[in-house]
Nanobody
Framework: QVKLAESGGGPVQAGGSLRLSCVIS????????VSWYRRAPGKQRELVAS???????NYIESVKGRFTISRDNAKNTVFLAMNTLKPEDTAVYFC??????????????WGHGTQVTVSS
C-alpha cells in the first residue's frame, strides 16, 4: 500500500512563504510523475505544478515565478516552495503521484491535503 502524507500548510500573511512537503511511503518500486493540486473554497480542484520523472516541470500561470516544485528521490519526498503568497492562493493543497508497485504496475495516488490560508 502506498501512502502520501502532506505537511507544511498553515496560516500566513500575504507576501509570506510556505514550503509544503509530501512524503510517499509504502511498497514502492519507483515514483514517476508527481504533482501538486489545490482546491480553493467554492472552486474545482486545479493542477498547480507537476514534475515528471525526467525533470520536466509545469506550472499554472498564476503561480509561475512564485512557486517551485522539487523532489528528493532518495527520501521519496516532493516539495512545493511557495513565495510571495496571495490571498487567492488560499486552498487545500494535495499531493499526487504516479507510483509503480512493481516493474509492470503503476497506480495514481493522492494525499489527504494540507490547508494553506493566506490573509491580506
Amino acid at each position: 500500500q502506498v501512502k502520501l502524507a502532506e505537511s507544511g500548510g498553515g496560516p500566513v500573511q500575504a507576501g509570506g512563504s510556505l514550503r509544503l512537503s509530501c512524503v510517499i511511503s509504502g511498497d514502492i518500486y519507483k515514483i514517476n510523475d508527481v504533482s501538486w493540486y489545490r482546491r480553493a473554497p467554492g472552486k474545482q480542484r486545479e493542477l498547480v505544478a507537476s514534475l515528471s520523472s525526467g525533470g520536466m516541470v509545469n506550472y499554472i500561470e498564476s503561480v509561475k515565478g512564485r512557486f517551485t516544485i522539487s523532489r528528493d528521490n532518495a527520501k521519496n519526498t516532493v516539495f512545493l516552495a511557495m513565495n510571495t503568497l496571495k490571498p487567492e492562493d488560499t486552498a487545500v493543497y494535495f499531493c499526487n503521484a504516479d507510483a509503480q508497485v512493481s516493474q509492470n504496475y503503476e497506480y495514481n495516488y493522492w494525499g489527504h491535503g494540507t490547508q494553506v490560508t493566506v490573509s491580506s
